[in-house]
């Protein structure tokens, strides 16, 4: 009986998803929805341990020593996090740990060669082998994303998943110093076609092109930008707010990237002066 209602749940649930598929609201409250019964259904037979705002749960009790680490992955987390996103509310924070890399994959239905972990929502869940500082960190980040997002009424289906991962890597990659030492991609991405965490997965090198973009954007305008760029989302789109807070717009800052020669600066500082944006064509001018 248990099982047909959950069955006929499920179902509803995938109704409504369809229906509602271009209403992106909705769509988040929905998968909001599904994924907290993957939650119950997953973690029904861990053992729990809690720690302040942390839940662990785990299957087998050798994996209990991982929470030592965990602990100091969290001082070193918040170290690097904080100067990005600042002080935010310890919202429930779920930690669930797979013995193997395998039973994290069939658990989530994901390849596990693919990813090393995967957030959702207030959730981590993460093979045991692949808990260490960088994948730690970067995975940490999205969770005091989603609480900064919380905190500011913000909603976070609209923060896109490029400039979420972006920030991610860049909070990490300190700690992965080999992997970011020379940063370089072979073709850039529209950013906008780096929306959808399924797009992020289809290009090998979105990861990075992510990252240094984030990169840029802090060197030009601070860390404190990343936090405006978000508050400013809360009242307009994303592109808007990105363009505000840097005074260019995604296109223009992507063929920045994509040359970083003084012609397209120049170009585009004249584009600016001829549309009587000054202030935006300081800004190109200040860039390099």
Known sequence: MK???????????????IFFSKNNFLLDKTARLVRNIKFK??????????????TFYYSDKKDETYI??????????EDKINPILGQTTMYPYNIIMFTTSESFGKALKVNFKK????????????????????VFVHEYTHYKMSAFCKENAIQKYKIPSWFNEGVAEYASSTLHPEKFRNPKIQQMKDFKKLEKSSQMMEYNES???SY??????????????IQQILINAKSMTFYNAFEKV??????????LQQTESDDVLLRAGSK??????????????SMF
């Open 115 to 134: 990813g090393a972990a995967l957030t959702v929502f207030d959730s981590l869940y993460i093979p045991c082998g692949n808990i260490n500082s960088y």
């Open 41 to 54: 259904t997953i973690t029904k037979n861990m053992v729990i341990k809690k720690l302040n705002n942390i």
């Open 212 to 225: 240094m973009a984030v990169k840029k954007v802090i060197e030009f305008k601070g860390e404190g930008s």
């Open 272 to 285: 600016y002066s001829q549309q009587n944006s000054s202030d935006k064509a300081k800004d190109y001018c």
């Open 3 to 17: 099982s047909n209602k959950r069955n006929y749940i499920l179902i509803l649930i995938m109704v409504i998803l």
């Open 207 to 209: 990861y990075m092109q």
């Open 246 to 255: 840097l005074g260019l717009s995604i296109e223009d800052f992507q063929k």
């Open 68 to 77: 030592n680490n965990i602990k100091d992955y969290l001082k070193v987390g």
